[in-house]
């Protein structure tokens, strides 16, 4: 789902690859928040 998402993302906005991997960090950081405070 996340990496489908991402996908799209990235087909509709073209960045470059450092955003990429700091908006894909930042998701994951917010994945494991939501994770650690289930």
Same mark, same amino acid.
């Given at each position: %789902?996340l990496?489908? =998402?991402?996908?799209?993302?990235?087909? /509709?906005?073209?960045?470059? /690859?450092?955003? +990429? +991997? +700091? $908006?894909?960090? =930042? %998701?994951?950081?917010? +994945?494991?928040l $939501?994770?650690k $405070?289930?």
């Open positions: %789902m990496r489908i =998402a991402l996908e799209r993302y990235y087909k /509709k906005h073209i960045i470059n /690859k450092r955003s +990429v +991997v +700091v $908006t894909a960090y =930042a %998701m994951a950081d917010q +994945v494991l $939501t994770e $405070t289930k």
